[in-house]
């Protein structure tokens, strides 16, 4: 079996008994290459004056370490259309996005296209056509479904509303391999009188088959989330696979014991921001910080915090809670992975799951954000490999 996963925003691939080995990107390298080029052609506005409150950061800026001048990240993978050993994945700089291709066995990165403020998630190739259906995020906070050709630039949204449409995977039509079908998950949003975010509803699990422009909500469920849904087709009957969890209005509903510990911890919260404040006055005009002891780097707190379908997630917190013996698992064991038969009946597969994909011919591949299993029906889960924070898995052939 070959795998490909996400952790920290790179790609790894595992193929057999192998170890896992990073994609190196070429246009990422370049990326950071130039930008670094730049901090270097430009170093000289941040010295020769000093480092006191008239120096020359003050008036061009303070010099960047060039690790810190551009943070790229590989947002989406998925099987490239119809092309064995071929993987298709979303990269994106900040200012720039594009898709990729990466010849598994050449080692070889294909560049599609790049384009200013192009940001994909969820990637989805059809399996007998060249469409890609992806999920895009609006400047306004939502997200749509859309779809493209691979080589193309064009974006043709075919979902909208004031809602999180993510997660789009096409649906197996043996009839007619070639139509598109797709299911998804979905989240609606509300907003105060100043059309700011105020809250999210519970993810529910739609189908679109866009031949026939027929929509439907496949499930939902005012206590439940459900996410990441994948149909896979046996003996002629269809099988939806989803994680299903506890769906959390993430704070926005009012809790009296939440208010009364606000209260309590208000006083140390206080004194905690004006530390930070003077601690960032000192550096500003010192360059030193007010304490030395125990700081984390900057590095290590952008990846301490990962936002998985709607939810902010502390992994350092998650991996201390995980008990003695068992597997350290970023999401707690309520993140159940479901199939459900045609007749309405699910059953849960593993626990604690992050992400998953089909193998095909059988079984599933998922992880817990820690390590990766396998695990076919009936039978029980093999790990096939750890990575620190793996965000996403897939199989290929």
């Known amino acids: 079996m070959q795998i490909a996963y996400l952790a920290e925003g790179k790609l790894y691939v595992k193929r057999g008994a192998m170890a896992a080995q990073m994609v190196e990107s070429s246009f990422a390298q370049g990326v950071v290459d130039r930008a670094t080029t730049a901090v270097e052609r430009n170093g000289w506005r941040g010295k020769g004056m000093g480092e006191g409150p ?15 001048t551009r943070i790229v990240r590989i947002t989406a993978l998925t099987r490239a259309p119809a092309e064995n050993g071929h993987l298709l994945y979303a990269l994106d700089t900040g200012a720039v996005g594009g898709l990729f291709t990466y010849d598994v066995q050449a080692s070889a990165e294909n560049r599609l296209f790049h384009r200013q403020e192009f940001k994909a998630n969820d990637l989805a190739c059809h399996p007998h056509k060249q469409v890609l259906a992806l999920s895009t995020v609006m400047e306004d906070g939502t997200a749509s479904i859309a779809v493209m050709q691979p080589g193309s630039r064009k974006l043709t949204p075919v979902t909208e509303g004031d809602s999180l449409d993510q997660a789009p995977a096409w649906v197996p039509t043996p009839e007619d391999p070639m139509r598109e079908v797709l299911v998804y998950h979905s989240a609606g949003l509300s907003r105060n009188q100043r059309g700011f975010i105020t809250g999210q509803g519970p993810y529910a699990i739609h189908r679109l088959d866009m031949d026939k422009g027929k929509f439907e909500t496949v499930m939902e469920d005012a206590a439940w989330d459900y996410l990441v ?43 905690r921001a004006i530390f930070a404040f003077l601690n960032v006055f000192s550096m500003f005009f010192s360059g030193k910080p007010l304490t030395t002891v125990g700081g984390p ?67 599933v591949v998922y992880t817990n954000g820690s390590e990766i299993f396998t695990v076919a029906a009936g039978e029980k889960a093999e790990k096939v490999c750890s990575h620190r924070m793996i965000s996403q898995v897939m199989t290929f052939g």
Request: glycine share 12%; net charge positive; proline share 6%.
């Open 229 to 271: 849904p994948r149909v896979r087709v046996e003996g002629g009957k269809e099988r939806l696979y989803f994680i299903r969890r506890p769906y959390n209005a993430a704070g926005h509903n009012f809790s009296f014991g939440r208010f009364l510990l606000d209260i309590v911890l208000f006083p140390f919260r206080l004194v």
């Open 54 to 68: 008239f120096s020359a950061g003050l008036l061009w800026g303070k010099a960047v370490r060039p690790a810190e």
């Open 297 to 363: 780097k900057g590095q290590e707190i952008d990846t301490r915090i990962m936002h998985l379908h709607g939810q902010w997630i502390d992994t350092q917190k998650a991996l201390r809670s995980a008990a003695k013996g068992q597997p350290r698992a970023l999401v707690p064991a309520t993140w159940e992975l479901m199939v459900m038969e045609e007749g309405g009946k699910a059953t849960s597969l593993a626990s604690s799951v992050l992400s998953f994909d089909l193998v095909p011919g059988g079984g």
